[in-house]
C-alpha cells in the first residue's frame, strides 16, 4: 500500500513559478514509476509528466515540455513537479500517481496509487 500526498498548490500570476511536491508512504516508493496529472473544470485527466522508477527517465505533454521539470528523492519517499512559466491555462488540480508496471501506462492514466490533488491556480 502506497499513500500520496500532493502539496505545493496555489495561487500565482502568469508567467510565475510553482513547484508542487508528492510524498509517499511506504518503503517500496523506489519501486515505482511516478506520474502528474490534472484536471482542469469540467474536463478530463491529462497527463502532464511521469518519471521512472529510478529517474532515469522522465516524459512530458507536449504542453509543458520546456516549462515543467519532474524529478524524485527516492531517499525522501518523495517526486516534484516544478513549473516554471506557468500560464492561465496551466490552472487545474494536480494529482501524483504511482504505477508498479511500465511507465507507459502512466501516460495512459494507468496507476496503482493517486493522491488526493493540489489545486494550482495562474492569473491572467
Known amino acids: 500500500q502506497v499513500q500520496l500526498t500532493e502539496s505545493g498548490g496555489g495561487l500565482v500570476q502568469a508567467g510565475g513559478s510553482l513547484r508542487l511536491s508528492c510524498a509517499a508512504s511506504?518503503?517500496?516508493?523506489?519501486?515505482?514509476?511516478m506520474g502528474w496529472f490534472r484536471q482542469a473544470p469540467g474536463k478530463e485527466h491529462v497527463f502532464v509528466a511521469a518519471i521512472t522508477w529510478g529517474g532515469g527517465s522522465t516524459f512530458y505533454a507536449d504542453s509543458v515540455k520546456g516549462r515543467f521539470t519532474i524529478s524524485r528523492d527516492n531517499a525522501k519517499n518523495t517526486v516534484y513537479l516544478q513549473m516554471n512559466t506557468l500560464k492561465p491555462e496551466d490552472t487545474a488540480v494536480y494529482y501524483c500517481?504511482?504505477?508498479?508496471?511500465?511507465?507507459?501506462?502512466?501516460?495512459?492514466?494507468?496507476?496503482?496509487?493517486r493522491g488526493q490533488g493540489t489545486q494550482v491556480t495562474v492569473s491572467s
Open positions: 500517481a504511482a504505477r508498479f508496471g511500465g511507465v507507459e501506462g502512466l501516460i495512459e492514466y494507468e496507476y496503482d496509487y
Open positions: 511506504g518503503r517500496t516508493f523506489s519501486s515505482y514509476n
